[in-house]
């Protein structure tokens, strides 16, 4: 599964290449974790103490790079033979240790909002994935075992960051489709129930769903193409298409079964009639899902072709799979027949067209006015995604740090450094433009 935002970009769109370009030369935020707590005191020694047993246990975990917090963290110095040295080389015992500590972090630009709030009662731990473990599967893992890690210490704990956004979100919506196909099985189980009030009826238009979407997860895997965070909608979409097309066709042959009263001269009345129609829909259906393969975005040039293939995969299916069964199951009693043929959807059917000869004009007036009603919301609707706002936060984040890094370095009185930092300072700043200005 793949579920990064950068799916959605456009594939020939020069702002993109930019921006790739600009990330392939400057390393992001994109693969670290932020561990935010809340203690008492974060400079105590005793929570001290804990930040470094967590620092040590977290960079055990396999798959995380490297650990920063006020433990561990390194500063710049106004002189010596080291640009940068530890606060803390080891957790000191005296009291005086500790405030001279917490001062020199506290007076940081590069510490002060940033890994430890300004009031100094929020702190945070920041954990760097390895880009190779910066995908679904290696995340998930390490973040469980930063969630056991955590429970070890008695802190309030909020994680942020894009790994801990882009995990969730895909937790988060695998539950939701979980939570959402059962209700909708069942709801589907209950309508077929009492449309055709049979376990043939029930069954077959269930299979031919099951068999479409398998064919099309299956399809898609040969192809080489992941779940995303819109081709996760594929299942629900061709669920609707095949119990469509089973309806009609079920609904056909046992009105056509009754009439004929012979199985095999059914089949072939309702293949030839409801057959044809269900063809042109599918076609018409697929042409239309097919269309959003001319777009430039890669996911939704998939998402069109495996939905038009599944569209056609539920006619194939209909057509030969349910007249296969229907050849080999018993005769459907009578009794069954002639409710089909006046049960209550004859009867609301009946008063749908009666509605229509007496009111055609009126009908025709309504649907006017409901579609000047929709024409006028549609033009209020902003088409500005925000699903960009992720990595924009990300740049925003960095071009903090980067600030940061470029005030401490200042100090430092290196020129060299300082003209190297701020030009790396102002392609951040360049490129946060960009991506506000062409892709927000």
């Not at 990064?4 to 030369?25: A, G």
């Not at 002189?79 to 040295?85: I, P, S, T």
């Not at 925003?396 to 890094?405: G, R, T």
Request: hydrophobic residues 45%; proline residues 3%.
């Amino acid at each position: 599964m793949d579920f990064t935002i950068e799916q959605l970009f456009s594939q020939d769109d020069p702002v993109i290449e930019r921006f790739m370009t600009f990330r392939e030369e400057f390393s992001g935020v994109d693969n670290i974790v932020f561990l935010i707590y809340e203690s008492d005191d974060p400079f105590s020694r005793t929570n001290l103490v804990k930040n470094r047993q967590m620092v040590d246990a977290l960079a055990e975990i396999e798959g995380v790079e490297s650990v920063k917090s006020l433990t561990n963290i390194e500063l710049f110095t106004e002189g010596g033979d080291y640009l940068l040295q530890p606060v803390y080389d080891e957790i000191p015992l005296s009291t005086d240790s500790l405030l001279a500590g917490q001062k020199r972090m506290m007076s940081s630009e590069l510490v002060k909002n940033y890994m430890i709030s300004e009031d100094g009662k929020v702190a945070a731990i920041l954990v760097e994935i390895d880009r190779n473990y910066n995908e679904h599967k290696g995340r998930e893992r390490i973040l469980s075992e930063i969630d056991q890690v955590q429970l070890q210490v008695d802190w309030d704990w909020h994680q942020a960051g894009l790994p801990v956004i882009r995990t969730r979100y895909v937790q988060y919506m695998i539950a939701d489709n979980v939570r959402f196909l059962i209700p909708v099985t069942l709801m589907l189980v209950i309508l077929l129930s009492v449309l055709f009030r049979s376990l043939v009826g029930l069954l077959l238009p269930l299979m031919v769903v099951g068999l479409t979407i398998i064919w099309t997860l299956g399809f898609m895997v040969a192809s080489g193409v992941t779940i995303n965070i819109i081709s996760y909608m594929i299942p629900t979409l061709l669920m609707i298409i095949g119990v469509s097309d089973s309806v009609h066709f079920l609904v056909k042959y046992f009105h056509t079964l009754k009439e004929v009263g012979h199985r095999k001269e059914a089949l072939f009345q309702t293949v030839k009639k409801i057959g044809t129609a269900i063809f042109l829909t599918s076609v018409t259906t697929g042409i239309g899902f097919g269309a959003l393969s001319f777009v430039n975005i890669k996911i939704v040039k998939d998402f069109g072709i495996y939905t038009a293939a599944g569209v056609f995969f539920a006619f194939i299916i209909t057509v030969l799979f349910i007249p296969s069964m229907l050849m080999i199951i018993k005769r459907t009693p009578e009794s069954k027949l002639e409710a089909y043929s006046r049960g209550f959807r004859m009867r609301i059917i009946n008063r749908v067209i009666l509605l229509v000869r007496a009111y055609p004009k009126q009908i025709i007036a309504m649907g006017i006015i409901i579609s000047i009603v929709g024409v006028f919301g549609a033009v209020q609707m902003n088409p500005h995604s925000k699903l960009l706002k992720a990595n924009v936060l990300s740049l925003e984040a960095l071009i903090v740090s980067k600030k940061q890094e470029t005030s401490s370095k200042q100090e430092t009185k290196h020129p060299k450094n300082q003209y190297m930092v701020c030009n790396s300072l102002r392609m951040h700043i360049s490129m946060k433009n960009i991506l506000l200005e062409n892709l927000i």
